[in-house]
């Protein structure tokens, strides 16, 4: 069974500026998602459960990789206002 992102992966997100309260209130069985705020810095993001769900507020594309530390094969693009799951991606580069 798939497992979801846990609440100190979002509380770390929450505190490294690139959470959102409107994430932590997801509804009962739904994965919070990986968002930045739109000022933040570049940063990588590690997921820690899966699915990873990526949630891009920026104004540039997010990559999200197969390895932790946005080292790796890129998975996928998220666009900005775009929401992607990813069921094996490890961490997400926003610029």
Known sequence: ??????????????????????????????????????????KCVNADRFPFVVRNTTTKPAFVYDQQNCTGRVLGVVQPGQTRVFEFGQSAYYN
Do not use: D, N
């Not at 500026?17 to 739109?38: C, K």
């Open 1 to 42: 069974m798939k497992t979801r992102i846990t609440l100190a992966l979002t509380a770390a997100l929450l505190t490294a500026g690139l959470g959102s309260p409107a994430a932590l209130a997801a509804a009962p069985g739904t994965a919070p998602a990986v968002t930045p705020a739109p000022h933040a810095a570049a």
